[in-house]
């Protein structure tokens, strides 16, 4: 009895091994699911602090060349603070509202589309990345001479 209760025991050796065999690969993927989730998300918060900043120094600005001007400025300043890097970036500033009279209600807006790649994750050549866009609207001084 004592025999079969050490054969028993003997026929386990190994399982732990098999099992880790087993759970490493999914436990793996899980981990690696939950830093391109991360990363999505301190992208995405820096893109949409990047747009803000944009339409803010677009709103400040005096004319709209200078408005245009600042806008890619401030977004590109932004996403470097923010140390993000975009395979590709789009900023386009609506500046319609400097060709609203004075005295009359009008705002700037500046859209950002970025490319996050996640190839230095996983590595060079390899699939993964994702378009992100955040827009953002800043108000005009209503009694400000717009040019």
Known sequence: ???????RRRDDRGSAAIEAAI???PLLLLIGLAIVGGRIQIAGGAIEHAAHDAARAASIS????????????AAGATLNQQG????SLTVVPNLAGF???VGQPATVSV???CVVDFSDLVGDG???SK?????FVSALDTFRTRT
Do not use: F, Q
């Open 1 to 7: 009895m004592i025999r079969t209760w050490l054969r």
């Open 126 to 128: 390899l699939p993964g």
């Open 131 to 135: 378009t992100l866009t955040a827009s």
């Open 62 to 73: 005096r004319t709209k060349g200078e408005a245009y001007d600042n806008a890619l400025t």
């Open 84 to 87: 993000l890097h975009c395979a």
């Open 23 to 25: 759970l490493a690969p």
């Open 99 to 101: 060709d609203v009279e």
């Open 111 to 113: 859209s950002i589309t």
